[in-house]
C-alpha cells in the first residue's frame, strides 16, 4: 500500500515530536549522568523526574504510532 499525503504528512509530524523529545530527554539523562557523579543522585528534582517520565511516555506513544503507520503500508 502506497502512503497517503495525510500519512506521510503524520508521520513527518511524529518524527519531528521525537526529535525534539529526544533531544530534551538527553539534556535530562546528560543533568542525571552530571547529579550521580557530582552528589550522588540522579533526577535531583521532583520536576526532572516527572519531565523524564513525561518524555519517555511521549517517545513510547510516537513509536507506537509511528510502528503501525508502517505496518499498516506493508499490508
Do not use: P, V, W, Y
Not at 525534539?20 to 552530571?34: C, D, F, W, Y
Not at 511521549?58 to 503500508?73: F, G, T, V, Y
Amino acid at each position: 500500500m502506497r502512503a497517503t499525503e495525510n500519512k506521510q504528512a503524520e508521520f513527518q509530524e511524529l518524527h519531528s515530536r521525537f526529535r525534539k523529545a529526544s533531544e530534551r530527554m538527553l539534556i535530562l539523562q546528560a543533568s542525571a549522568a552530571e547529579g550521580m557523579r557530582k552528589i550522588g543522585e540522579g533526577c535531583t528534582t521532583e520536576e526532572a523526574k516527572a519531565e523524564f517520565a513525561a518524555l519517555k511516555k511521549d517517545i513510547e506513544q510516537i513509536l507506537a504510532r509511528m510502528k503501525e503507520i508502517c505496518e499498516s503500508l506493508s499490508k
